[in-house]
């Protein structure tokens, strides 16, 4: 059974910083790609961040690159976000997910394992 945990949301005034985790497990972590998405009240799920496999590749969302870092440590099968420099509409409910695929993918659809989501409130 694959199981996907995300952990580290929280409150925190706008400036400031968390960090997310994700473990995972169920399956072979090394042989996937990571995704964070995040979707806040009344609107679709957008994507954040991405990390090949093996963590040599990443790709990030126009709106956070520069404030946020996607990583993994494969040996403990669990992925990050290091989110800086909060802004008051970086508040939503985070998600991690897996996909099994040769290319970074930044859509929901291409994704085939979801965690449960934390929320990330960012106050003004």
């Known amino acids: 059974q694959v199981q996907l945990v995300e952990s580290g949301g929280g409150l925190v005034q706008a400036g400031g910083s968390l960090k997310l985790s994700c473990a995972i497990s169920?399956?072979?972590?090394?042989?996937?790609?990571m995704g964070w998405f995040r979707q806040a009240p009344g609107k679709e799920r957008e994507f954040v961040a991405a990390?090949?496999?093996?963590?040599?590749?990443?790709k990030y969302a126009g709106s956070v690159k520069g404030r946020f870092t996607i990583s993994r440590d494969n040996a403990k099968n669990t992925v990050y976000l290091q989110m800086d420099s909060l802004k008051p509409e970086d508040t939503a409910v985070y998600f991690c997910?897996?996909?099994?695929?040769?290319?970074?993918?930044?859509?929901?659809?291409?994704?085939?394992?979801w965690g449960q989501g934390t929320q990330v409130t960012v106050s003004s």
């Open positions: 169920g399956l072979t972590f090394s042989g996937y790609n």
């Open positions: 997910a897996a996909a099994n695929l040769l290319v970074l993918a930044t859509t929901p659809g291409a994704y085939g394992y």
């Open positions: 990390i090949s496999n093996r963590g040599g590749t990443t």
